[in-house]
């Protein structure tokens, strides 16, 4: 189970290829002390393995890569697809009884 937070930085991942540190920051309305630090909510996303580093294609000292943000691999999508569903998977049977309840009771008067 994901807090508020965190589910909604996985939500706004799920619609944008990926992003940046900063953007992430500005979504969760948090403040980090320096610019690649990541924050407690993405730092829980990434240990449950919901979203991974993105490589910005440039390689740094060492052949290696830089990373310039955080972008959702397929367990994240698959959480808030599964999350959504289950949303609608209630409310439509939810909204037709009560619907049924209503129009009975109009019947009924």
């Known amino acids: 189970m994901l807090d508020k937070k965190s589910y909604k930085l996985l939500k ?3 619609k944008v290829p990926f992003l940046t540190y900063s953007e992430i920051n500005g979504v969760l309305k948090t403040n980090t002390n320096f610019e690649h630090e990541i924050n407690e909510y993405t730092q829980h996303l ?3 393995g ?4 993105h490589s910005s294609g440039v390689k740094g000292d060492f052949n ?3 990373y310039d943000g955080y ?3 397929l367990n994240g999508q698959g959480y ?4 959504q569903e289950k949303f609608w998977q209630f409310l439509i049977p939810y ?4 619907l049924v309840a209503i129009i009975a009771l109009f019947v009924a008067a």
């Open 12 to 14: 706004k991942l799920s």
């Open 71 to 73: 972008e959702i691999n």
């Open 80 to 83: 808030v697809d599964d999350k």
């Open 95 to 98: 909204c037709i009884t009560t």
């Open 64 to 66: 290696s890569d830089i």
């Open 50 to 53: 919901y979203i991974q580093p």
């Open 46 to 48: 990434c240990t449950l």
